[in-house]
């Protein structure tokens, strides 16, 4: 069952999004309703995950598998686990996560569940080598289009997006490029402003790393102009590209402002600063 709280969820802000689901727990709690209890707690969990707050997010992952009987409630199973898997592939403990994907999809495909199956194969996508990746993200990106369950086909843009992010990590950069344009036409498509600009910058740095950085900058400079235009809140990735795409086309003073300004944003990115050092060094030094 799909209830109501899961439309609160705002992945950009996981700690507004915990306190939105915590004021719902009184009500969970007296409901005299499990299978809600324990989902909500799922998110509880995730969200505190994307907080970086690992052991928080287990603790209450704990409390949801002292409570849980997965015949009674095999959604709110199936959420456990990709819940728990999803905290050890953010905790850095990729190899530790992938049998809760692997035990969330079996779970899944013996229920019946579409929605969460595509969800548990795109989750072992992210935590293997990119070969292997592709035919994790290949086989949900045919059930999503296979599915008759409306909320299944809505992976399409996401598994759009991932494919063409493990093409480009595989260095296939025209393949990147053809499924990051099919992305952003999905996006469109349905209205997702901000998924559409994501992609729209993924186009932007496929077209670079194919050595088209004039077609990247102009893509990059017509996002910097909708930041400014719409108010945005200042994208450091797009800083970032514009900064690449400008050194590329040796024009590196005119660099220098957008790595600096990449820098001064990604820098207090908490994934970032754990995973991406080099990298953060780099546009300090460009940007100095």
């Known amino acids: 069952m799909t209830y109501d709280f899961d439309k609160l969820w705002n992945y950009a802000k996981p700690a507004d999004t915990e306190l939105a689901f915590l004021e719902l727990l009184p009500k ?19 969200a505190q995950g994307l907080q970086q707050q690992f052991d928080r997010a287990h603790h209450t992952l ?19 686990l990709l819940e728990r898997g999803r905290v050890f592939n953010s905790s850095g403990k990729a190899a530790e996560a992938k049998p809760f994907f692997e035990q969330a999809l079996k779970l899944s495909e013996e229920t019946g569940n579409d929605f969460y199956a595509a969800d548990a194969l795109h989750m072992l996508a992210i935590v293997t080598p990119p070969d292997e990746a592709l035919q994790w993200n290949l086989k949900a ?9 409306s909320r299944t086909q809505k992976w399409l843009g996401s598994l759009y997006n991932n494919i063409g992010w493990t093409y480009f990590e595989m260095a296939d950069y025209e393949k990147a490029l053809s499924l990051f344009k099919k992305c952003l036409e999905w996006n469109e498509k349905h209205h997702h402003h901000t998924e559409a600009f994501i992609a729209r910058w993924s186009v932007g740095k496929a077209l670079r790393l194919q050595n088209k950085a004039t077609d990247a900058l102009i893509m990059q400079t017509a996002l910097l102009k909708e930041m400014i235009d719409h108010n945005m809140e200042e994208d450091g990735f797009v800083f970032e590209e514009l900064a690449e795409c400008l050194l590329q086309l040796n024009r590196p003073e005119q660099a ?13 990115d908490i994934w970032l600063q754990k995973n991406e050092v080099n990298r953060l060094t780099r546009l300090k030094t460009l940007g100095s």
């Open 62 to 80: 704990d409390e949801v598998g002292k409570l849980l009987n997965t015949a009674a409630f095999p959604v709110a199973a199936i959420r456990y």
């Open 28 to 46: 969970a709690l007296e409901s005299n309703n499990p299978d809600y209890h324990l989902q909500l707690l799922t998110q509880i969990a995730r």
């Open 141 to 149: 990106l045919q059930l999503a289009e296979s599915s008759s369950d």
């Open 256 to 268: 220098k402002k957008y790595f600096a300004a990449a820098y001064n944003l990604l820098s207090k």
